[in-house]
């Protein structure tokens, strides 16, 4: 397979394949066709292109084309109908849905490589993508037996005129060079020397962009890690806003922090039934199918709310007052000149990071050693935050610091997060299932009794689970613990006066 940027010469091809003719059958009509990717282009990223044209799918990875009929806009990849498309994306993110990310026309072709006697030696098919952009050609060649030093040519004719271009890269630069690739977490350069408010500024204008990019996706409900994306660059905002301290002025600190947890607020519910509906088969599995139905009555209306929460967010997001909200936010970040500086404005951003993580550090160590079996779920959350927190600090300044330090860091702190969060999810489950129940009672306080069984057996289960994660945070913490991590996280981050 090759690939060819810009228009495809066919008197130059034939040019290049001395001694064989080349017969080219006329193209196909001009169709329409749409690129299929995830929001964060994950086939992209991995050099590979869906195309969904005539209600088929077509699969461009590194070497050839698969096919597949049916379409796929809208859909999740394992909601796609059993075929070699979908056989060949199963590590494609389970809660991104594909979407169209462009458009444009394609028309295909076939030619045959002859010889003296008229008789086919190679065969191959051409398609031809187009857009207002420009021009793409694919090219596939396949062999016939006994003819190897004839397809051997033409893949050297071909190898020249793509001149070492391959990839889905390729393409999306031909069609749709504009089409930005989208991070949620951007790579954001940091200088040793440079000021913190400065650092601070870089942060969170660039996850306000990264919350912005998400919008359109919330209000189409195209998937929900939209609203994910949205939510976690908002927090990230916050966290800046909390973990830098004295950066801005106090008064200003605090006008900010009340402004993004507004933003924050109008999105809680709507995630918090996102949770819920995702897990459901989790649900279903955890109690005896007997007690299945009262759960589909809970389900039926989590889902009946979330529509109408949805509802309610979209026409947020898309009021002008909002529009107006988040324009001004962007004005006021996109640099220093409107903020307030705090005391610690100027503080050079290496030494900043460095104090600022080894004092969070230290909280974490001390908190965490205090974990015990009988320890208050309240002090367990705390731990949950902190850690988060120091994720958050050292993810900030990470381009400040050696690479692989960093990951021997990270990795058993992550580990320790992922029990956190489990426990908070089982802990979080329990309490909106009880509060669920109450709000299902009738005029004299009673409640359905498949309901109340079911929710019963729910939060039994939540509960063993919650109380296993708290041993698993126990012994992870150990890991996090070791002399190696104390001795790594003391060198990069203590300060002589510390």
């Known amino acids: 397979m090759f690939l060819l940027s810009g228009k495809f010469d066919q008197d130059e091809f034939s040019g290049l394949v001395k001694g064989l003719t080349i017969a080219f059958e006329p193209p196909s009509a001009a169709r329409a066709f749409d690129l299929l990717d995830s929001h964060d282009q994950s086939l992209r990223a991995k050099g590979r292109l869906l195309i969904e044209t005539g209600g088929s799918l077509q699969l461009l990875n590194d070497r050839d084309f698969l096919f597949q009929d049916g379409g796929g806009t809208g859909m999740f990849v394992q909601d796609l109908p059993d075929g070699p498309v979908r056989a060949a994306l199963k590590d494609f993110p389970k ?29 191959g098919r051409a398609l031809t993508l187009g857009t207002h952009h420009g021009q793409v050609t694919i090219l596939t060649v396949q062999p016939l037996r006994g003819y190897k030093r004839p397809f051997q040519k033409v893949c050297l004719a071909l190898g020249e005129l793509a001149a070492g271009a391959s990839g889905a890269e390729v393409v999306m630069q031909g069609l749709f060079a504009d089409f930005p690739a989208y991070n949620a977490k951007p790579d954001i350069e940091l200088g040793k020397q440079e000021p913190s408010i400065e650092v601070a500024v870089d942060i969170i204008r660039t996850y306000l962009e990264v919350a ?14 939209f609203l994910h994306d949205y939510r976690v660059s908002l927090r990230r905002v916050r966290s800046v806003l909390s973990l830098f ?33 995702l897990e459901k088969d989790i649900y279903f599995n955890l ?12 389900f039926a209306k989590f889902e009946q709310e979330r529509n109408r929460e949805l509802a309610v967010l979209s026409r947020r997001l898309r009021s002008a007052a909002y529009g107006r909200q988040m324009k001004q936010l962007l004005a006021l970040f996109a640099d220093t000149k409107r903020l307030e500086p705090g005391p610690n404005a100027e503080l050079r951003a290496y030494d900043y990071a460095r104090s600022l993580i080894w004092k969070r550090y230290r909280k974490v160590c001390k908190l965490a050693r205090g974990i015990t079996p009988k320890t208050p779920d309240e002090a367990v959350h705390e731990l949950r935050i902190d850690c988060k927190k120091l994720r958050y600090l050292m993810e900030f300044f990470a381009p400040l610091f050696d690479k692989s330090d960093f ?5 058993p702190l ?24 109450s709000t299902q009672s009738d005029a004299r306080n009673r409640t359905s009794a498949p309901l109340a069984m079911a929710v019963g057996g729910l939060i039994a289960v939540l509960d063993q689970r919650q109380k296993a994660e708290r041993d698993h945070v126990i012994a992870n913490f150990r890991h996090f613990d070791s002399p190696e991590t104390q001795n790594l996280f003391r060198a990069l981050f203590r300060q002589k006066e510390d």
């Open 407 to 411: 990951k021997m860091l990270i990795k």
């Open 245 to 277: 301290k004295s950066v801005f002025s106090p008064e200003q600190t605090s006008a900010l922090k009340r402004e993004f947890s507004d933003l924050m607020a109008s999105t809680g519910r709507v995630r918090d039934l996102d949770v819920y509906l």
């Open 414 to 437: 992550k580990k320790m997060q992922d029990n956190l969060g489990l426990f908070n999810d089982y802990s979080v489950q329990q309490e909106a299932l009880l509060n669920f129940v």
């Open 95 to 123: 809660l991104r849905a594909l979407m169209c990310i462009g458009s444009g026309t394609i028309k295909g072709s076939t030619f045959a490589v002859l010889d003296d006697l008229q008789k086919t030696q190679v065969r």
């Open 212 to 225: 912005r990019k998400n919008e359109a996706g919330i209000v189409a409900d195209i998937d929900t890690e």
């Open 287 to 298: 109690i005896p199918s007997n007690l299945h139905p009262g759960i589909e009555a809970m």
